[in-house]
């Protein structure tokens, strides 16, 4: 099997076609996203403790996460751990934030699939438009 390389006559070429390549596997992404979370590292000063956050931004927080996590965005997830200052993992589980927004996860179940902010969005509209 040849590679790339061996089908290319010009270094120009090469470049475009491991551009393009890079692109394809979603790797030029994963590069930009880190490189943007490295400089967000660099500007901001984490030797000074962040302040506790309140519980509203905290489930606001998870809740967004586990949205990026279903729609896999991989990219904007790690910035958004990066600027958060939160781990790469979730660090309490799906049920648990349901809970604390209201949801009876038990009556929920069937609903794994869905995104705790799609059924909050689903949720509010019937309260607000009494779909």
Do not use: C
Request: negative net charge; hydrophobic residues 40%.
């Amino acid at each position: 099997m040849a590679g790339i390389a061996d089908q290319i006559d010009s270094t120009s070429e090469l470049s475009e076609a491991i551009y393009e390549t890079l692109n394809r596997r979603g790797i030029l992404n994963q590069i930009k996203a880190k490189l943007r979370a490295e400089i967000y590292n660099t500007i901001e000063d984490k030797t000074a403790p962040s302040p506790s956050k309140p519980h509203e931004v905290f489930l606001a927080s998870e809740l967004i996460r586990e949205f990026m996590m279903s729609s896999k965005l991989d990219s904007s997830l790690s910035v958004f751990n990066e600027e958060q200052g939160q781990p790469a993992e979730m660090t309490v589980d799906r049920e648990f934030v349901g809970a604390e927004l209201g949801f009876n996860m038990i009556d929920e179940r069937g609903t794994e699939r869905v995104p705790l902010l799609v059924m909050l969005v689903k949720h509010l509209m019937l309260q607000i438009f009494h779909l």
